[in-house]
């Protein structure tokens, strides 16, 4: 299951399942299985929510399907798993001993970050 891909419904934390497209100028809600990729202009939904929607009177609802199963994990997903877990796995480098100025010019560091000493500080 995609990680990332939660229903878009207020206050719902289930895995979305569905992908629920709006074309308004045949008053329709199309309702199919869940997209490759989120779009801008749609809404991601879980089971429970696609299974339920309705829509206002005078507008169709076209299910492509009926059934919605969890998606299965893709590549990236895995990848993203694993290079997580490499970065997690990776040592850290030791702090310098208390007192000991850092030679690059670096004041501290707070993961990907870094402090430098300014012109100032020089």
Do not use: F
Not at 78 to 93: I, Q, Y
Request: glycine share 8%.
């Amino acid at each position: 299951m995609n990680l990332s891909r939660k229903c878009t419904k207020t206050g719902c934390r289930q895995p979305a399942v569905a992908t629920l497209t709006y074309a308004y100028s045949d008053r329709a809600a199309v309702l199919g299985p869940l997209a490759t990729y989120a779009e801008p202009h749609t809404y991601d939904l879980c089971a429970d929510h696609a299974t339920r929607l309705t829509v206002p009177n005078g507008w169709e609802v076209m299910r492509l399907a009926t059934e919605y199963p969890e998606p299965e994990p893709t590549t990236d997903d895995l990848l993203a798993l694993a290079d997580a877990v490499r970065e997690a796995g990776r040592p850290r480098r030791s702090a310098p001993p208390a007192g000991a100025e850092p030679m690059t010019g670096e004041i501290g560091r707070r993961g990907h970050l870094r402090v430098l000493r300014g012109s100032a500080e020089a």
